[in-house]
């Protein structure tokens, strides 16, 4: 008899049972309470360009909201350099982003 076996993936000790349907890391890690910031996608902005949800997917520097689950992935958040780097890259992005506002400002 076939038993169906769930695709899982591993986001810092969390093992999540992943579906076709899953879309960007960001929306996995929801699933067990782990907060990935991510104002870029959550602004409906071109995704990844904000740099805050900066992960490491099986040992390589990633952007959450760009990566589509995949079974096996190994998935760290939670480390002091990426919570540094993610602190700095939203620092930098509101900073951006009120660049934008006051230009759009003074045009008008």
Known sequence: MFTFKPAIIEIDTHKIAISPDDQ??????RKVRVNIAAPCLKNRRIKGCCHVCKVEV?????????????????VIVRRADLDAARKEAAKAYKQKIKAQESAANEQN
């Open 58 to 74: 099986d040992g390589q520097p990633r952007y959450a909201c760009k990566v589509k689950p995949m079974p096996g992935m190994k």
């Open 24 to 29: 960007n890391l960001v929306d996995i890690a």
